[in-house]
């Protein structure tokens, strides 16, 4: 669906429901469609306003005209595209008189974020402005990547160049390659900073080709600051295609530029890519991002609920973040509806309700395997008692069981820290945490406690 036809048809519903005048002027017709930023799971309808109190009422789930425009956004969309989506309305308060001030540099600037993003965001780079560095909860595995992506963000083309964001989709590659270019702009408006996917570098090569047009396509590719490219595992088999990636790779890289790619896969590992551009992309810093843990994906989803004003309980969260055990993306697009199907409902928000909704979705716990059912398990294989497990005696025959149990609880049932302290006779979160980390780091010395974790792993598996 485009964005400009949506917006078009969800005003007509609107306009059935909110009277004509200086309201329907200012909160429907005063609003710009800036873009649709869609996937399998959710959609955002990003839009703008130069009115900050309309911004204010727009973003507030429970405002006066939120449940109307989800309404009217699901007719229009099966009007367009013959299916009805959940769409989510995200308004962007943008100061007229703003739009052409410089930022000020980190270190003195007292504005949000957000706000000097948005107001500053050029069309041409199509970076959403939600995909920011602080909207990136990231698990332990990933916080190099974030780190390395921060500082490129600060000092782009000195090092790490080009960077490659490799792994599963939905784990939030695209958003952290934006961040960067986001956090850029943000330190630099005049930074000419481009995002394209692969497949749109290909069509506009195709046509440049087609019209005559080289030396313009050159011109907009290869005078960039930073050129952030999604989806490279694409250009696989375009032997045409990689000939003039090739030359804009090595164009911007040597003028000091940035690059920044995105794959499902290392180029390595990509059949069709050729060994001169598998070459210059191991040049730079691969960084593998993961799937999130409990922790991590719990937190994302209180950003969410943040973000949609809505406030939902840790265990409903953890009990959503449990049962989808796929990806970011996923996880986001079914708590959206989640969350919609809570707000068309006047029954209360409780365990049992969400794992209803999640069992409609298709998404729920399966195999659970509990903390008693963890430290049943360690105390037979050590052969201990659950009761030493739990209490305080500091032998060594116990202390490392306990540690054993304490970390496989987190691994596997990926309750919180508090949680599985609570477990354990009470023990304090930093407890829980030292006893994770003790074993953390034996594992990698020790083979034959890492065989012995494995063993237990299997007897909760049967």
């Given at each position: 669906m485009d964005h400009i036809q949506l917006w078009d048809a969800i005003k007509e519903e609107l306009r059935q429901k909110i009277a004509p005048g200086m309201t329907f002027e200012s909160y429907v017709e005063g609003l710009t469609p800036?873009?649709?930023?869609?996937?399998?799971?959710?959609?955002?309808?990003?839009?703008?306003?130069?009115?900050?109190?309309?911004?204010?009422?727009?973003?507030?789930?429970?405002?006066?005209?939120?449940?109307?425009?989800?309404?009217?956004?699901?007719?229009?969309?099966?009007?367009?595209?013959?299916?009805?989506?959940?769409?989510?309305?995200?308004?962007?308060?943008?100061?007229?008189?703003?739009?052409?001030?410089?930022?000020?540099?980190?270190?003195?600037?007292?504005?949000?974020?957000?706000?000097?993003?948005?107001?500053?965001?050029?069309?041409?780079?199509?970076?959403?402005?939600k995909f920011r560095f602080d909207t990136f909860i990231a698990s332990t595995p990933n916080r190099e990547a974030k780190s390395v992506a921060e500082a490129i963000a600060e000092h782009p083309g000195e090092e790490w160049n080009p960077l490659l964001l490799y792994g599963n989709p939905g784990l939030g590659k695209t958003h952290l390659m934006q961040a960067i270019g986001n956090e850029l702009l943000r330190?630099?408006?005049?930074?000419?900073?481009?995002?394209?996917?692969?497949?749109?570098?290909?069509?506009?090569?195709?046509?440049?080709?087609?019209?005559?047009?080289?030396?313009?396509?050159?011109?907009?590719?290869?005078?960039?600051?930073?050129?952030?490219?999604?989806?490279?595992?694409?250009?696989?088999?375009?032997?045409?295609?990689?000939?003039?990636?090739?030359?804009?790779?090595?164009?911007?890289?040597?003028?000091?530029?940035?690059?920044?790619?995105?794959?499902?896969?290392?180029?390595?590992?990509?059949?069709?890519?050729?060994?001169?551009?598998?070459?210059?992309?191991?040049?730079?810093?691969?960084?593998?991002?993961?799937?999130?843990?409990?922790?991590?994906?719990?937190?994302?989803?209180?950003?969410?609920?943040?973000?949609?004003?809505?406030?939902?309980?840790?265990?409903?969260?953890?009990?959503?973040?449990?049962?989808?055990?796929?990806?970011?993306?996923?996880?986001?697009?079914?708590?959206?509806?989640?969350?919609?199907?809570?707000?068309?409902?006047?029954?209360?928000?409780?365990?049992?309700?969400?794992?209803?909704?999640?069992?409609?979705?298709?998404?729920?716990?399966t195999n659970i395997i509990s903390i008693e059912m963890i430290q049943d398990a360690v105390a037979k294989y050590f052969n201990v008692t659950t009761t030493d497990l739990i209490g305080k005696s500091r032998v060594k025959e116990i202390v490392i069981p306990r540690q054993i149990a304490m970390y496989l609880s987190r691994e596997i049932t990926q309750e919180s820290l508090p949680a599985i302290g609570r477990a354990f006779g009470g023990k304090d979160h930093t407890t829980v945490m030292h006893s994770t980390s003790k074993i953390e780091e034996a594992v990698l010395e020790n083979k034959q406690l890492e065989a012995q974790m494995q063993e237990i792993r299997a007897t909760l598996q049967k």
């Open positions: 800036l873009s649709l930023v869609a996937s399998t799971n959710g959609t955002n309808l990003y839009l703008s306003t130069p009115h900050k109190n309309v911004a204010d009422d727009w973003n507030t789930p429970g405002g006066q005209y939120y449940s109307q425009f989800i309404a009217a956004a699901l007719q229009a969309s099966a009007t367009i595209s013959g299916t009805p989506t959940v769409i989510l309305p995200v308004v962007t308060y943008i100061d007229q008189k703003l739009t052409t001030t410089p930022i000020q540099p980190e270190s003195t600037s007292t504005q949000e974020p957000t706000s000097n993003v948005e107001k500053q965001m050029p069309e041409s780079s199509k970076l959403n402005p330190r630099n408006p005049k930074a000419d900073v481009k995002f394209i996917t692969t497949d749109d570098f290909m069509n506009d090569w195709t046509d440049a080709l087609r019209f005559n047009k080289q030396n313009e396509f050159k011109d907009k590719y290869r005078n960039v600051d930073l050129l952030l490219v999604d989806d490279i595992q694409s250009l696989a088999g375009k032997e045409n295609v990689q000939e003039e990636f090739f030359n804009t790779f090595n164009a911007i890289t040597r003028a000091g530029n940035q690059i920044v790619l995105t794959a499902d896969k290392l180029p390595k590992d990509i059949k069709g890519i050729e060994d001169r551009l598998v070459s210059r992309f191991a040049m730079g810093y691969p960084a593998n991002l993961t799937q999130p843990d409990s922790e991590t994906k719990i937190a994302i989803l209180k950003n969410k609920a943040e973000e949609m004003n809505i406030e939902i309980s840790y265990d409903v969260l953890s009990e959503i973040a449990n049962a989808v055990d796929t990806n970011v993306r996923e996880l986001e697009g079914v708590f959206k509806r989640v969350v919609a199907r809570i707000r068309f409902s006047n029954d209360p928000v409780t365990v049992e309700s969400i794992r209803e909704i999640l069992a409609g979705l298709d998404f729920e716990r």
